[in-house]
């Protein structure tokens, strides 16, 4: 029965018009007023979203990341495509000898060689070079200016002191490095995971017996342990990659132990062990779930800490072999080489930028992910 205030309605159920509009939320019909549901990863997202910069920092380092995977095309030294005396050429895929294009050596082409340029200036001939026409490794031998060079229109942000093109060498630099931590966080996640929801849901003498274990592994000094490495062995982005899992996986399991620790006293998992739930679905299919949240917002900051780890690494000679493009390199180089402002300027400028992007997406991550922000 409704009340003398509320408003008459059509046998449909509707409001006529100039009845008071639906509340925000509910349905208009009858028997369907419950507010609508929306899942906390929708309400994750549309709080993430709102943050401008941590949203658009991680627009900018994914379109970086995605640029950087195609390096070749943007910064080599061969030309994308050629065309000479009537046929096609694909240097960025094949090399061709100097004979190919009317040289008199069988060794391998130097596109930035006069001679070859202007065998390409020729009526029917032409060549599309990259935007930035230096590879990482690239020595101009007929360079204009003594290394290491200022910035010009020959090299946009000048040259180290071995007469490499800087552009290159940061582009390739920041592909390894964003690569790398990629890879570190991805193999620390997993590790971390596991390890903490073992942990966790065991509990009692098993979570004892790991920290244990944990405590007396964090103690190891990981500094030394990578210069005798790097003594014993080759350096390799590899042998990087493993030396510092080993380590890294360890603040990661610190918190999915905690949520796993709490959530395995909640009703529902209760509930799923009385209805004969085995302990890996119980585990993975409900607890981790519930348990993503500190997994999400850790990974920008172990990004960023992997980044400054081979930076670091690299800037003392322990890290990627050498002749490999390192940001940490590029450092070292602008320290020996003062007068060059532009190496260590440019370089320290991209490892800030880089860092920002991930400590903006963190925050970001961290709020839209707090249960206690509420929408507004």
């Not at 994750?44 to 943050?51: E, H, P, S, V």
């Not at 000479?84 to 094949?94: A, D, I, N, Q, S």
Request: glycine share 8%; proline share 8%; hydrophobic share 45%.
């Amino acid at each position: 029965m409704s009340s003398l205030t509320d408003p008459p309605e059509a046998a449909d159920g509707r409001l006529p018009p100039g009845g008071a509009p639906p509340v925000a939320g509910q349905s208009p019909i009858r028997g369907g007023s419950g507010p609508v549901s929306v899942s906390p990863g929708k309400r994750a997202w549309r709080r993430f979203r709102k943050n401008k910069l941590g949203f658009y920092s991680l627009v900018l380092f994914c379109t970086l990341v995605v640029l950087s995977l195609f390096a070749e095309v943007l910064s080599n030294d061969k030309p994308l495509l050629v065309r000479y005396e009537g046929r096609l050429y694909f240097p960025l895929v094949k090399d061709y000898s100097e004979k190919t294009f009317g040289g008199d050596f069988e060794a391998p082409t130097d596109y930035l060689d006069p001679f070859i340029k202007d065998q390409f200036a020729k009526p029917g001939n032409w060549a599309v070079y990259p935007l930035n026409p230096y590879g990482p490794r690239t020595l101009n031998y007929f360079a204009s200016k003594p290394n290491p060079a200022a910035p010009s229109s020959e090299n946009y942000f000048g040259t180290d002191d071995r007469g490499r093109d800087l552009l290159a060498q940061l582009i390739y630099g920041f592909r390894v490095s964003a690569l790398f931590a990629l890879a570190l966080t991805a193999v620390g996640v997993v590790v971390g995971v596991l390890m903490g929801a073992i942990q966790g849901y065991a509990g009692g003498k098993t979570d004892l017996a790991f920290q244990r274990v944990i405590e007396i592994w964090s103690s190891m000094p990981e500094l030394y342990l990578l210069i005798i490495f790097s003594a014993i062995f080759a350096p390799s982005v590899a042998l990087l990659l493993i030396l510092l899992s080993l380590f890294g996986w360890m603040g990661l399991a610190d918190y999915v132990r905690a949520e796993f620790l709490r959530n395995r006293q909640m009703d529902y998992v209760r509930s799923a062990r009385a209805l004969g739930v085995g302990n890996l679905r119980i585990m993975w299919r409900h607890i981790l779930p519930n348990s993503m949240t500190p997994v999400v917002t850790f990974l920008p900051f172990r990004m960023s800490a992997a980044i400054l780890a081979l930076t670091s690494l690299d800037f003392l000679g322990l890290g990627v072999p050498p002749g490999t493009p390192s940001l940490g390199e590029l450092l070292n180089q602008g320290k020996a080489n003062i007068d060059a402002w532009w190496i260590s300027m440019s370089t320290f400028a991209v490892l800030v930028i880089t860092l920002l992007l991930l400590t903006f997406m963190g925050d970001a991550l961290r709020d839209a992910l707090d249960p206690r922000k509420a929408d507004r």
